[in-house]
């Protein structure tokens, strides 16, 4: 059954992507790096794993997956292998081809591990002296280890760190695997029903942890009583409140286990390994929605997808539907609005919940209980410009003002595809023309996260070619041409000539004179800008 899922799912992928050559399978021992994805990954994440091996670079799968290119090391199921690691790997490898037409190679590394550091999530069993699973999934069962201590066979009972493992408990060991035996530095219970504690989040300076002592500030969480320090695969966070839409003083519920640990001279502290954290506070988090790659929750091999999720600050917050508690796709309504799949600013009230994925990376899920767009109405004296699409590829309508401002027509709205002209109740412009918009704008993300002004223009009037309203007595001759046209009545600093799609196909600098005659027969309009920036657009045809 492994072997067919996973032919299957690199057949898919590799139609998807291209194939120049029959898989094979080969020995690769090189180091665990992220380098730039393949041109039709660009959109998902900026790098994706690979094994870097001397002059050769493979982009990894994991039975026909790419792995979570949001995760800090790569992990293959439970085992995680930091970046930096040298890595030896059988595994079958194909030439793929991305979307600009360039060769890439691709290896699936499911089977034949062997790394120098792992973790595994497997139940500890001491039936048969020291022994537990490494757990899989449901499909391919499990894998079995002997467990050693210092090169030591380990007997019931069964102590690391002293504390003492359970029977068909599960923990995350961290060590070092072999031929059948696993070299065990430590093992987290990794049970979300262990503890629930509510409290107030707070950042506190008291542990003496390495000198000098109490300048650290780290998370925790006041229950009225004492302090719980949060951590997450076993390190006390700083970054909770900076990475979430929890802050200082939310009151909080936290799932997870609880341990205690010892500072530098000795003195017991609380440490709280947080699974889950719920806050009962509403918060107002400006951002924008879009799909985002879901969260590896579920029990088997990751599935791609894509969840509906609100990004502030670089964060995804899953959006959580509060009739049946499942992702949407699409849209979502809150009260009497309705939020696109888009990128346009708003500030949402909102919810939080943090949680743990399959390979103990926190995801974050809100509730969003109101939102506010962020738009207003503006009247602005502009121009119909053509240009680059900061939010999809290709090009876009667009309004440049006065000011050499830049108003996107709002996506959504306008054709992707860029015209060349507007019309608005009775009143046409075309691109180059002038003229008084007026329309809500807003602001929206762009592909980089940046944001970029928008405009939905509900009225345009005073259409003409300048920008100021004195006339010239400019002309373009001869009109029909078949080539070489002049400009008479200004001295033209910049010329632009667009084609009846509205794209730029001709511009120079300094001259009276274009050449046309490399261009196709059609109407042009000819944009020409003086030494003040006053700008007046012709028509020109040229003819064969």
């Given amino acids: 059954m492994k072997t067919t899922r996973f032919y299957t799912l690199l057949a898919f992928l590799l139609m998807a992507g291209g194939v120049t050559m029959q898989a094979q399978e080969i020995n690769v021992t090189g180091m665990v790096s992220r380098v730039a994805a393949p041109y039709f990954e660009q959109n998902v994440c900026n790098d994706r794993f690979a094994i870097v091996s001397e002059s050769e670079t493979y982009y990894v799968m994991v039975d026909g997956y790419w792995p979570n290119p949001y995760l800090e090391d790569l992990v293959i199921h439970y085992d995680t292998i930091p970046v930096g690691n040298e890595i030896e790997v059988k595994g079958t490898v194909v030439e793929m081809e991305d979307g600009n037409g360039e060769i890439f190679q ?119 009583e004492e302090y719980h320090y949060l951590t997450q695969k076993r390190k006390l966070q700083d970054n909770y409140i900076n990475d979430a839409v929890f802050i200082e003083g939310d009151s909080v519920m936290v799932g997870g286990f609880e341990f205690v640990h010892y500072d530098l001279f000795g003195n017991p502290f609380k440490t709280l390994e947080a699974i889950k954290m719920q806050s009962t506070m509403e918060h107002d988090v400006v951002g924008g929605m879009s799909d985002a790659p879901m969260p590896y929750i579920n029990a088997g091999p990751p599935v791609p997808g894509l969840d509906m999720a609100f990004h502030s600050n670089g964060v995804s917050y899953y959006i959580m539907n509060p009739h049946d508690g499942d992702f949407l796709s699409g849209f979502y309504v809150v009260g009497n609005d309705t939020i696109l799949v888009t990128w346009q600013q708003l500030t949402a009230t909102c919810t939080p919940n943090m949680l743990i994925d399959n390979y103990l990376n926190p995801f974050y899920r809100v509730n969003i209980d109101k939102v506010d767009f962020e738009e207003h109405e503006e009247t602005l004296q502009c121009t119909l410009v053509v240009e680059e699409n900061p939010f999809y590829f290709g090009e876009m309508l667009a309004i440049n003002t006065q000011e050499n401002e830049t108003y996107y027509l709002k996506p959504y709205i306008y054709t992707f595809t860029a015209p060349d002209h507007i019309t608005i109740g009775d009143n046409t412009a075309y691109v180059g023309d002038s003229f008084i918009a007026t329309g809500m704008v807003s602001n929206w993300y762009n592909n980089n996260a940046s944001l970029e002004k928008a405009i939905d223009i509900t009225e345009i009037s005073n259409i003409t070619g300048v920008i100021e309203s004195t006339p010239t007595n400019l002309m373009v001759y001869p009109n029909p041409t078949d080539g070489i046209f002049r400009i008479e009545g200004v001295i033209a600093d910049e010329v632009q000539v667009y084609n009846a799609l509205g794209q730029m196909v001709k511009t120079v600098r300094g001259t009276n004179e274009v050449d046309l005659s490399g261009l196709v027969e059609g109407v042009y309009l000819v944009r020409i800008t003086d030494a003040k920036g006053v700008s007046q657009t012709e028509r020109i045809t040229v003819i064969r």
């Fill in 106 to 224: 691709a290896i699936d590394i499911s089977e034949n591990l062997n790394s120098t550091y792992q973790q595994i999530l497997g139940f500890f069993d001491n039936n048969e002296g020291a022994y537990f699973y490494h757990y899989i999934d449901l499909y391919y069962g499990f894998e079995g280890y002997h467990i050693t201590i210092n090169g030591e066979l380990q007997t019931t009972p069964f102590v690391i760190n002293g504390r003492t493992l359970e029977e068909d408990k599960r923990y995350l060991f961290e060590g070092i695997s072999g031929e059948g035996v696993f070299e065990l530095f430590d093992a987290l219970p990794y049970d979300v029903e262990d503890v629930s504690i509510s409290g107030t989040l707070t950042m506190e300076n008291d542990l003496c942890l390495s000198p000098p002592c109490g300048e650290t500030h780290f998370l925790s969480l006041f229950d009225g």
